[in-house]
């Protein structure tokens, strides 16, 4: 599960200090743990609270945070859009989002290994994958329609 706590040991470890304004920004973050929101959002938000605060400071909060890995990032139509961390314990996870109410699911395994097989020779840096669909709970809402 993720917590708020495991975020800031996280900044702590890396010598990262809490301000409010990164406590404030990882509360409001955390309530975003199951569907992604516009990064603009984001910016948005901490400019009410904090006007001073540059656009790009609450960017490359943000960025840090992923790079830590306590916010995951996509980009969806051309716009960036950021989540709070699924699940402390395995980083390294994929999604299952519903195309309909835009849900995240956290999926346990990762297919690599089978593609790994058929790239002999070659290495490997990086991956994505996603799937893409309806979830129950929307299927549930079709059917009683
Ligand atoms: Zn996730
Ligand atoms: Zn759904
Ligand atoms: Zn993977």
Redesign the pocket.
Known sequence: MADIDSALQILSRNNYKLTKQRKELLKYLYQFQIEYINVSQVDEFMRQLYPKMSHNTIYRNIRDFNRLGIVEMQTRQGVLQVKYQCDFDHF?H?HFICTNCGKVRELDE???EQFERQLPGCRITG?R?EIYGICDECMQKFKNR
Do not use: E
């Open positions: 390294h994929h990762c297919p690599m991956h994958f």
